[in-house]
T-cell receptor, first 113, second 114 residues
Framework: DQQVKQNSPSLSVQEGRISILNCDYTNSMFDYFLWYKKYPAEGPTFLISISSIKDKNEDGRFTVFLNKSAKHLSLHIVPSQPGDSAVYFCAASDTGTASKLTFGTGTRLQVTL | DARVTQTPRHKVTEMGQEVTMRCQPILGHNTVFWYRQTMMQGLELLAYFRNRAPLDDSGMPKDRFSAEMPDATLATLKIQPSEPRDSAVYFC????????????FGPGTRLLVL
């Protein structure tokens, strides 16, 4: 049973526009959420995180929103750049830290010129 | 530039053969994770260690997989015997004990079992 779901396998966005990547989870014990970015032939790299005590966290062009009642989080990238083209993984933990993460299946973002 | 290293980067083997994947965590990190990435399941946690002791290996098929940390600079993941369904990319990640922010991933070992 997939506890963290990324229902869109791929997304294409024009350069300069907003990219919105979505993630749903089923385990109400999850209290810490992270987004990772992955380029081909590389390991995932940390992008941004959010604790369940917050509903928004912003870091430059990247903002993560958390809706606990809907068990939904989203990553907004504004403005999107060609270098943002990668696979984005949503991950969740029930330990309040980045240990023992449950990952989604990933969304491939393509930013076009 | 500290990073997690993994060897080999690619491995092609035949069904039934033993496969050993190695990971060198970032110096000073005492928590090490093994993940498997497949198209269907995404990234699955197989096992993790803290201070070289296994904390959780519930994600690992016990009959054929084994994970160890012979010392603080080396983690190994072995598959014996390997099967075609083990074909995947295997990632190692390391982190400090607090793990407040994130784990740091290696580049992965791409395994193909024929």
């Amino acid at each position: 049973d997939q506890q963290v779901k990324q229902n869109s396998p791929s997304l294409s966005v024009q350069e300069g526009r907003i990219s919105i990547l979505n993630c749903d989870y089923t385990n109400s014990m999850f209290d810490y959420f992270l987004w990772y970015k992955k380029y081909p032939a590389e390991g995932p790299t940390f992008l941004i995180s959010i604790s369940s005590i917050k509903d928004k966290n912003e870091d430059g062009r990247f903002t993560v929103f958390l809706n606990k009642s809907a068990k939904h989080l989203s990553l907004h990238i504004v403005p999107s750049q060609p270098g943002d083209s990668a696979v984005y993984f949503c991950a969740a933990s029930d330990t309040g830290t980045a240990s023992k993460l449950t990952f989604g299946t990933g969304t491939r973002l393509q930013v076009t010129l | 530039d500290a990073r997690v290293t993994q060897t080999p980067r690619h491995k092609v083997t035949e069904m039934g053969q033993e496969v050993t994947m190695r990971c060198q965590p970032i110096l000073g990190h005492n928590t090490v994770f093994w993940y498997r990435q497949t198209m269907m399941q995404g990234l699955e946690l197989l096992a993790y260690f803290r201070n070289r002791a296994p904390l959780d290996d519930s994600g690992m098929p016990k009959d054929r997989f084994s994970a160890e940390m012979p010392d603080a600079t080396l983690a190994t993941l072995k598959i014996q015997p390997s099967e075609p369904r083990d074909s995947a990319v295997y990632f190692c990640a390391s982190g400090p004990s607090s793990l407040v922010e994130t784990q740091y991933f290696g580049p992965g070992t791409r395994l193909l079992v024929l």
